[in-house]
Nanobody
Framework: QVHLVESGGGLVQPGGSLTLSCAAYGFTYSNYAMSWFRQAPGPERDLVATITTTGRDTHLADSVKGRFTISRDNAKNTVYLQMNSLKPEDTAVYYC???????????WGRGTQVTVSS
């Protein structure tokens, strides 16, 4: 059974740091590009960062470039999002996503809340 389990969210002051983790179960993790999305109150879920299957290439949204880093460990079936210099506008529920271009399969985690506030 497929599961993506996010962890590491919480409350942090502006300027602080958090590291999110997403552990994958039930599918061939190394065949999937992994992404982090976030959703503030409202209908839109925005792409934050993507990493390719091997980890060689990454993409970051302009709003987080220079502050966030995405990485993956294929031996541990886990993807990470290192978030530094956090701002109140980073407050959102952060979701892990796995996508395979080979099978067109798309999986989501349940999300973890990140709140940036003093």
């Amino acid at each position: 059974q497929v599961h993506l389990v996010e962890s590491g969210g919480g409350l942090v002051q502006p300027g602080g740091s958090l590291t999110l983790s997403c552990a994958a179960y039930g599918f061939t993790y190394s065949n999937y590009a992994m992404s982090w999305f976030r959703q503030a109150p409202g209908p839109e879920r925005d792409l934050v960062a993507t990493i390719t299957t091997t980890g060689r290439d990454t993409h970051l949204a302009d709003s987080v470039k220079g502050r966030f880093t995405i990485s993956r460990d294929n031996a541990k079936n886990t993807v990470y999002l290192q978030m530094n210099s956090l701002k109140p506008e980073d407050t959102a529920v952060y979701y892990c996503n796995a996508y395979s271009v080979i099978t067109d399969s798309n999986y989501w985690g349940r999300g973890t809340q990140v709140t940036v506030s003093s």
